[in-house]
């Protein structure tokens, strides 16, 4: 089995515990050698400041290639495209654009009277920058809000052809839905890749509710598993070996890149990477 390229979500430290907690993280995964590492944009523009400052610190400390997320809601056109203006003069490349989601309980997406309207306005508009390498999100459960299944594969050309590169997917389960997927993305006439997000199962009725906000399909074969494996408290094991079940089962289907969801716990992570013959790339010179 070849091994994968791989890259990493974190999200921005609102503490100082928060603080050491994702450079711990990042020191633990950053041997894994991965293709970039990403920050989070907190729901309804809420972490503007700590992402922004997150992304700072790690591009300058870390010597990662780092992707900024950013979101159109709650700012208008111009505070958005300053953030962006800043990523770009500090030297930060990658950006992962999206249309976001307002904060809980605010209903659904309304977007700023100045504000960019959806996702691909804001594509469009880092993309006449020339100065990022674009990333999107996809659903190949179905984003909530997608009339249908065609319907969000048109939009997701609609992103593509606004100026995005690559798509980064919404974490599933099976790997068949997201062969379905690739097959109708690329049916559609998207030639962009298609990067699976993979879930790490840290926390199984957290990952529940996610699911549900997010549109994400939980097998009964998973629900299962993790009634008996927690009835026998080993869920960690059960939790390496679905996530490295999935991730292998991608890889024979031609999978070469992975995105994980680390929410800042880079144990279960690391462990499937390794699971996957991922090892920390040692510099020889280090080691003499
Ligand atoms: P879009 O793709 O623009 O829209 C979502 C769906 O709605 C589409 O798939 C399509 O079916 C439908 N749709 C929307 N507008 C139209 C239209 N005009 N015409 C037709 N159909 C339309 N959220 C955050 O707040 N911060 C983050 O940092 C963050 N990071 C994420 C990273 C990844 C990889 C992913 C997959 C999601 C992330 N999200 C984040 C969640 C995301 O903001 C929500 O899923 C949001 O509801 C949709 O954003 P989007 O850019 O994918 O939306």
């Known amino acids: ?31 894994l050698d991965p293709r970039f590492v990403s920050v989070t944009y907190g729901a309804g523009g809420t972490t503007r400041d700590l ?20 979101t159109c809601v709650n700012a208008t056109r111009d505070e958005t495209l300053i953030i962006a203006h800043d990523y770009a003069e500090a030297g930060v490349t990658d950006i992962v654009a999206l249309r976001g989601d307002p904060p809980k309980g605010a209903g659904p997406f309304r977007a700023h009277p100045e504000g960019f309207a959806s996702s691909v306005e804001l594509i469009a508009a880092l993309a006449d920058m020339g100065k990022f390498n674009i990333r999107v999100g996809a659903y190949p459960d179905l984003h909530p809000e997608a009339k249908d299944a065609q ?3 048109d939009w997701l050309k609609a992103k593509i052809d606004a100026g995005a590169t690559e798509a980064l997917t919404q974490f599933f389960f099976d790997a068949e839905t997201f062969f379905r997927f690739r097959d109708a993305c690329e049916k559609a006439g998207i030639d962009a890749p ?19 906000r997010c549109g ?61 013959g991922i090892v920390p790339q040692v510099d020889l010179q280090n080691v003499a």
């Open 1 to 31: 089995m070849s091994t994968p390229d791989i890259s990493f979500e974190f999200f921005p430290p609102q503490s100082l515990e928060a603080s050491f907690r994702l450079w711990d993280t990042v020191q633990t995964l950053a041997p």
């Open 51 to 70: 992402t922004r400052d997150a992304v700072a610190t790690l591009h300058k400390n870390s010597g990662l290639s780092v992707a900024a997320h950013l």
């Open 151 to 153: 319907n969000d594969i």
């Open 194 to 212: 298609i990067t699976p997000g993979i879930l790490p199962i840290e926390n199984w009725s957290g990952v529940q509710n996610f699911a549900k």
């Open 216 to 276: 994400a399909h939980v097998p009964d074969w998973l629900i299962n598993a993790f009634e008996k494996a927690t009835r026998d408290g080993r869920e960690d094991l059960l939790a390496t070996a679905v996530c490295t079940e999935l991730c292998s089962n991608l890889i024979d289907g031609g999978v070469d890149k992975l995105h994980f969801y680390t929410l800042n716990r880079p144990e279960l992570t690391r462990d499937v990477c390794f699971a996957l």
